[in-house]
């Protein structure tokens, strides 16, 4: 493969700066193009002003600019369907079709899947909006508590809720069908068993016949040191997970990564891209909380750092289904990616903060932008999460104390973030 890509990435957070460093490594690529991009993502090549849930607008861009493949980071476009439509117009395209980034696009189809292919989850019952009355009855029948409530579709983190009584279940029964939010996405609902245990990912690409592990992490979703108060996007993530011990991994391997790519072939809709499995590590082995159709944010900025290969390469591989040629290899080590917020985040915040700093950061630590702008030529806040300062190190330890010495040195007005990002990590070493 001596022919250079240009490459149009599909994304602005984090996830998306830290997939475009990577890229940007690459003897492969020609030129980056990124849609919308952040000020992060302009380091690497161009941003471009792309209405990116327009696909039509999207194809157009890669033909007025011979761009040869198209990465998409975030699940919003692909449950919607861009890698059909631009596969349609003969573009690659990495990232799972709609069929398949059904296991993060409808809760349903996941659990009816895992179901049929014996994959290890929470037991549980669907139903439709105009049965949430059955709903009710299905819990006080059950009358087990936490019940656990989703909403079938996406509904950008805010359609589940852990429920710990009856009166609470009918409340938010209440609140799915009335919210304009989330009546969307909860034209069904899946009702499932409390897992109880500690959560984890292992991610996996996959060209649709066979997959490589690429790693695995911990994520901190709650806002407050010691996983108290709302939930975020993710307040921070460190990888590897010390409680993903060796059997841990292989038994998540086996039980839940294998089946899952072999059985969406059997399906006839062969899943490639990155595939997100979280887990509960539960007494009884690993269950599956959810599938996820790309690479987790924060997750990815503590996990593509340690991948030696050529991304690209890999990328081009699941699009060719040669990814068998490729063996993944990994820089030895932890990383622990905290993330710098505004203050309210995930509530209301203020944006055009001037951010100063980060060029003091040393070389134990890579910062991403995430909500960031550049505004009379300074950067500035512009989201909820700014930005995503990752400590390496030989240990987590050492990761953890090379984060927190350099987000010190980045200074925005109202900023906030966890002091408490890996300590979970360090309990299990
Ligand atoms: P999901 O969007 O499905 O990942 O759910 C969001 C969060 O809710 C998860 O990360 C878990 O912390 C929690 N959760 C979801 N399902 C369950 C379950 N069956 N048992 C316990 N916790 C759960
Ligand atoms: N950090 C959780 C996610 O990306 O869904």
């Known amino acids: 493969m001596a022919k250079s890509y240009s490459v149009l990435l599909i994304g602005s957070g984090g996830r998306e700066h830290t997939m475009a460093w990577k890229l940007a490594q690459s003897p492969l690529l020609n030129k980056l193009y990124t849609a919308p991009g952040n000020p992060g993502t302009a380091e690497h090549g161009s941003n471009v002003d792309l209405d990116t849930d327009d696909f039509e607008a999207v194809r157009k861009f890669v033909a007025d600019n011979q761009v040869d493949l198209v ?19 003969d573009i690659k395209v990495f990232g799972p079709d709609k069929k398949a980034a059904l296991l993060e696009g409808s809760k349903e189809f996941a659990k009816d899947f895992m179901k049929s292919y014996r994959i290890p989850t929470a037991g549980y019952q669907t139903f439709t909006s105009d049965q949430f009355d059955k709903a009710y009855e299905y819990v006080l029948k059950q009358d087990s508590y936490p019940a656990v409530l989703k909403a079938d579709g996406l509904a950008g983190g805010k359609g589940v809720f852990i429920c710990k009584d009856a009166e609470e279940v009918k409340e938010r029964l209440d609140q799915l069908s009335s919210d304009p939010a989330l009546r969307n996405a909860a034209d069904k609902l899946v009702i499932e068993e409390f897992m109880e245990g500690e959560e984890a990912s292992v991610f996996a690409i996959s060209d649709g016949e066979s997959y490589k592990i690429i790693g695995n992490a911990q994520d901190h979703k709650r806002i407050g040191e010691g996983d108290t108060g709302l939930n975020t996007g993710g307040m921070g ?3 590897p997970a010390p409680l993903m011990t060796e059997d841990l991994l292989l038994e998540a391997e086996e039980k839940i990564i294998r089946p899952v790519i072999n059985g969406m072939k059997s399906e006839g809709t062969p899943y490639k891209g990155i595939l997100y499995a979280g887990l509960m590590i539960t007494k009884t082995g690993p269950k599956v909380v959810e599938f996820n159709c790309r690479f987790g944010d924060p997750e990815c900025q503590a996990i593509l750092p340690a991948l030696k290969n050529d991304f690209l390469e890999l990328c081009i591989a699941v699009c060719e289904g040669r990814l068998q040629e490729i063996e993944p290899e990994f820089e030895p080590g932890y990383r622990t990616c905290v993330v710098m917020a505004s203050e309210g985040y995930p509530e209301k915040y203020e944006k055009g903060k001037i951010i100063t700093g980060i060029e003091n950061v040393d070389n134990t630590c890579l910062v991403f932008h995430a ?4 505004k009379d030529q300074k950067l500035v806040t512009n989201g909820g999460r700014v930005l995503n300062v990752v400590g390496r190190g030989k240990t987590l330890e050492d990761s953890i104390n090379h984060a927190y010495d350099n987000i010190k040195r980045i200074t925005f007005p109202n900023a906030y973030y966890r002091k408490d990002i890996g300590h979970k990590g360090l309990k299990r070493l």
């Open 371 to 374: 909500g960031t702008a550049t």
């Open 237 to 239: 993530a460190y990888s």
């Open 71 to 89: 990465i998409v980071g975030p699940e919003k476009p692909l449950v919607n369907g861009i890698s059909d439509y631009l596969k349609k117009h």
